[in-house]
Structure formats: structure tokens, C-alpha cells
């Protein structure tokens, strides 16, 4: 999957023009509200994530996926060897570094114990974390409303915030290829409902962000 590149191409693009972008800048505005100084990021894939937190802030930062393919392409995107391991999120030695707060977004939907890596996770650490509102075919799960979010992970997570994520209709949301989209659909007005963002989260698809501490 990561050496394929994701739907078109996703995992590799500049993380400003990824449809992950919006996510991923609410998972940073998390992560300054509790004030965390040293972030462990479960399940961090090809890095995007991790290189907008090194370039926007001077927090520490380790990030560990299962994929050696993922983890290597990570290193590249950001000059930073040191700050990416392989390892099995399952695993209680994968987090014998030092942490204060977790990160860890489109990651739970895809295992199915995904209850027992909670579970590693170090307690009254501040936990930032998203499953998807929509089904697809490598999802083991997915959530229609945030109840059944808090019902899932609410014995493990002290849930205090569920946030509606609206995924963009495009994979790029650079602005060349926003142009271009607008363009090409000109005469399609659902599709460019969608592409101009009118489109409701439920229809839309997206993440719900959930935020608590570890209990």
C-alpha cells in the first residue's frame, strides 16, 4: 500500500496538499493546547504529518509504523533519520521511549485490536486521535456518530473533545490542481458542489477527531 502510494498518490504528496492537510492541522492545534513537548506518533506512515509538525514548531518528535517502506519514505521527506523506527504498534516495547503526548490518526480503523494498542499507551497522557465516518475496503470499522466513537474508546480514553473532520472531495488540494478540478467539472454541478466544499460531513465523508487523556 505505502509502496503503491496510497489513492492517487496521497501518501507522498507535500503535506500542504494533501486531503489529510485539515486534519492534520487540528491534530497540531491539539497538541499545543496540551502543551506537549515530546509527541509519539502511532502509526505515522509516510511522514506527512510529522514533517509539518517539525516544520511549523520546535517540539520533539518520534514516529514508529509497521511499514519499513512507510518509515524509510519518512526519513527521506524529512532530512531526519533519527525520528522514525519500525515497530508493532501492539507491541507494549514499541513505546519505551519518552513521551508526553500521543498522536495517532487513521491508524485505529485499520486493526483489528485496536483496543490493545490503546492499551499500551501510558496513563493521563493526552491522546489525539481519528477514525473515519466512512466505509472502504482496508477499514475494519468506521463510525456514523460520535456515541459510538465514545462507546468504542471511552473505557480507555477520558474522551473530552469528538471533532467533525470534513475530508476534501479532492486527494491534492494544492491550489493548481483546485484550478484545475474547477475546470474540468464546470459542467458537473454535484461534483463541484463537492469540490467547493458545500457538501455536508455525513456527505462529504471525514474523521472524527477525538481528544482525552489516556485513563
Not at 509527541?39 to 509516510?46: A, D, I, Y
Not at 511522514?47 to 517540539?59: C, K, P, S
Not at 518528535?61 to 524509510?72: C, K, N, P, R
Request: glycine share 6%; with cysteine; hydrophobic share 40%.
Amino acid at each position: 500500500m505505502f509502496a503503491d502510494g496510497g489513492y492517487e498518490g496521497t501518501y507522498y504528496l507535500p503535506y500542504r496538499h494533501s486531503a489529510y492537510f485539515p486534519l492534520f492541522q487540528r491534530v497540531l492545534k491539539e497538541v499545543r493546547h496540551y502543551s506537549g513537548q515530546q509527541v509519539l506518533e502511532v502509526g505515522c506512515g509516510t511522514g506527512a504529518f510529522a514533517h509539518m509538525l517539525m516544520d511549523r514548531t520546535n517540539l520533539r518528535y518520534l514516529g514508529f509504523d509497521f511499514s519499513s517502506v512507510a518509515i524509510e519514505a519518512a526519513k527521506r521527506r524529512t532530512n531526519r533519520p533519527d525520528a522514525f523506527f519500525v515497530a508493532d504498534a501492539t507491541q507494549a516495547d514499541s513505546y519505551a521511549a519518552q513521551y508526553d503526548t500521543i498522536v495517532c490518526t487513521e491508524v485505529l480503523e485499520h486493526v483489528q485490536h485496536d483496543l490493545d494498542i490503546i492499551r499500551n499507551w501510558r496513563t493521563q497522557v493526552p491522546c489525539i486521535c481519528s477514525v473515519p465516518n466512512f466505509p472502504a475496503e482496508n477499514h475494519v470499522r468506521f463510525f456514523r456518530e460520535p456515541d459510538e466513537v465514545r462507546s468504542r474508546y471511552g473505557d480507555l480514553i477520558a474522551i473530552e473533545t469528538i471533532l467533525r473532520i470534513k475530508k476534501p472531495e479532492l486527494s491534492d488540494i494544492s491550489f493548481q490542481n483546485y484550478l484545475r478540478a474547477l475546470r474540468w467539472n464546470r459542467y458537473r454541478p454535484q461534483r463541484l458542489a463537492a469540490i467547493l466544499g458545500l457538501t455536508s460531513f455525513n456527505q462529504a465523508g471525514g474523521w472524527f477527531l477525538f481528544v482525552g487523556r489516556r485513563k
